[in-house]
C-alpha cells in the first residue's frame, strides 16, 4: 500500500514562493511516479509536476514550467515541490498522487494515479 502525506502550504503574496513536501511510503519505489495535481474552485484538477522516481526524471505543465521545480530526497522517501513567482491563479488545493509505471511512462492524467493525499491550500493573494 503507498501513503502520501503533504505539508508545506499556505498563504504567500504574488511574486513569493512556496515548497510543498509529499512524504511518501510504499513497499516498493520502483517504477514509481509521484506526481503533484491541483484543483482550484469549481475547476477541473490539473497537472502540475511529475517525477519518476528511479530515473528522477521530471515533467511539468506549461503553466508552471520555469517557475515550479519538483526534486526528491531519496533518504526521507520526500518529493518536494518549490514554487517561485508564484500568482493569484496558482490558487488552488495541492495534491500529490502516485502510480506505478511500466519502463519510462508516466501520465499526467490524474485518472491514472490511484494513490492520493489529502492535499493542502496554496493561497496567492494579489
Known amino acids: 500500500q503507498v501513503q502520501l502525506v503533504e505539508s508545506g502550504g499556505g498563504l504567500v503574496q504574488a511574486g513569493g514562493s512556496l515548497r510543498l513536501s509529499c512524504a511518501a511510503s510504499a513497499r516498493t519505489f520502483s517504477t514509481f511516479v509521484l506526481g503533484w495535481f491541483r484543483q482550484a474552485p469549481a475547476k477541473e484538477r490539473e497537472f502540475v509536476a511529475a517525477?519518476?522516481?528511479?530515473?528522477?526524471?521530471?515533467y511539468y505543465a506549461n503553466s508552471v514550467e520555469g517557475r515550479v521545480t519538483i526534486s526528491r530526497d531519496n533518504a526521507k522517501n520526500t518529493v518536494h515541490l518549490q514554487m517561485n513567482k508564484l500568482k493569484p491563479e496558482d490558487t488552488a488545493d495541492y495534491y500529490c498522487?502516485?502510480?506505478?509505471?511500466?519502463?519510462?511512462?508516466?501520465?499526467?492524467?490524474?485518472?491514472?494515479?490511484?494513490?492520493w493525499g489529502q492535499g493542502t491550500q496554496v493561497t496567492v493573494s494579489s
Open positions: 517525477l519518476r522516481w528511479n530515473a528522477g526524471s521530471t
Open positions: 498522487a502516485a502510480a506505478y509505471f511500466y519502463g519510462s511512462n508516466w501520465s499526467s492524467d490524474y485518472q491514472r494515479y490511484p494513490y
